[in-house]
């Protein structure tokens, strides 16, 4: 079950983190630095109005979970080639994952949780990056391709 | 709560040099009305623990006696704690956020790399000096454990290849839970050592940036074990230098050099 790429996007929609992994056969192609920008934004925006959107009654109590405060919001858009899963955490970061299409939500969760877990390690705890910037740690990137490299395989 | 009270609350809380180890332990009398109060008091009268429940703190002299008896309500002070406990254990997320925070605090009051590897390293000094005394007494204590009743005086070390095992041995195992990777000397110069860390804890979550590659946040345990080795007797310099290979990113050589003294020392030691 390869993972594409990753994205983060920060609570106000700005881009924090993009990385596409080199994976045979991903349907993802290379886009310019532009283009990640509309991506994340286009993202933000139609999770926004889908959360809007949904009746609140129609959210099963036990579908809530401690670490995805993505209740109300778009959850995951699948195409044939690949899904795109959102999630979100308590402070309304947005850890965004493409995957192959046989990755559904649920077993989509655990590796979110990992992303989340490494982020809030290796970009939290380092006293050099600044809330709501950009992400460029190197350790970070290290350790989350390392994960991805273990699941592509 | 404004901010001119909590200000008059955190007076109560926390060590008084001029009240002593009593200041951050349990207190004897009823809380007063006001918080004026100055030291011997836990905490102020405003928090609903101690205002509830005034005469429940033992005393000193209690606690002294038995410990544990004066657990009430979860509050006790690290004086009714053993020195000796099994394990010394903290969270490593809190102490990762605690440097973390030390080093923004620096970095945003200092002009240049230098002057915050100076600072990290002035911070870790003033722990070191007292550090040396606490891990001796300890050790001390674990090895006589086992062996017969002997006295619980730390044995001193005076040659360096003595003390930098120590430092590496002991002083490594009780900071960070295992010894130093590896205790190298230098082939060029005569008095520098080097202490090598794979994977130092403190900079486990730390990426250093472009702008900043010459800094390395371990000045500040290169600064502690500065000052262990200067109270032990060992004048010399320490600093940390970032050397990653393969597979350790953030590994980390200590470079200790001795002051010409301790060599002159070392050689007549030598020749005995």
């Known amino acids: 079950m390869p993972i594409y790429s990753v994205y983060m996007i920060s609570k106000s929609g700005s881009l924090l983190y993009e990385k596409d992994f080199k994976v045979e056969g991903s349907p993802i192609t290379k886009q310019n630095s532009n283009d990640y920008l509309v991506i994340a934004g286009t993202l933000h925006g139609v999770h926004a109005i889908s959360s809007k959107i949904t009746p609140p009654e129609s959210v099963k109590p036990n579908n809530t979970s401690k670490y995805n405060s993505n209740k109300l919001g778009l959850r995951c858009i699948s195409t044939e080639l690949f899904n795109i899963h959102v999630n979100q955490t308590v402070t309304g970061l947005k850890i965004i994952l493409f995957t192959s299409p046989d990755v559904t939500s649920p077993k989509a969760y655990p590796l979110y949780q990992r992303v989340y877990e490494y982020y809030c390690d290796y970009v939290l705890k380092n006293p050099f990056y600044n809330l709501d910037m950009p992400i460029r740690a190197r350790l970070f990137d290290d350790k989350v391709l390392e994960y991805v490299d273990k699941l592509n395989v | ?272």
């Open chain 2, 1 to 272: 709560m404004s901010s001119s009270h909590s200000k008059v609350q955190i007076q109560g809380i926390g060590y008084d040099p001029t009240v002593g180890p009593r200041s951050t332990g349990p207190t004897q009398a009823p809380l007063p009305a006001t918080p004026t109060m100055r030291g011997g008091q836990l905490s102020s009268p405003s928090t609903p623990i101690t205002s509830s429940t005034p005469a429940i703190f033992s005393t000193r002299s209690n606690s002294l006696k038995s410990s544990g008896s004066n657990a009430i309500g979860g509050l006790t002070s690290i004086y009714d704690r053993n020195l000796h406990r099994a394990k010394h254990e903290i969270s490593l997320s809190s102490l990762s956020f605690l440097f973390m925070e030390m080093i923004s605090i620096n970095l945003n009051t200092s002009k240049s790399v230098v002057e915050l590897e100076r600072k990290l390293n002035n911070l870790g000094y003033t722990i070191g000096l007292k550090y040396l005394e606490l891990a001796s007494l300890r050790v001390n204590f674990n090895n006589n454990l086992t062996s017969s009743g002997k006295s619980n005086t730390a044995k001193r070390d005076i040659k360096i290849l003595e003390i930098l095992q120590f430092v590496v041995s002991t002083i490594w195992t009780s900071l960070f839970g295992k010894p130093a990777d590896n205790l190298e000397k230098s082939s060029e110069f005569n008095n520098q050592f080097m202490i090598i860390d794979n994977a130092p804890l403190l900079t486990r979550y730390i990426s250093m940036p472009k702008e900043y590659e010459n800094l390395n946040c371990e000045a500040f345990i290169a600064g502690l074990i500065e000052g262990v080795l200067d109270s032990s007797y060992f004048k010399c310099e320490v600093s940390a230098h970032g050397v990653p290979i393969d597979n350790f990113p953030t590994r980390t050589v200590f470079l200790i050099k001795f002051d010409e003294s301790v060599m002159k020392r070392e050689a007549r030691l030598a020749g005995k």
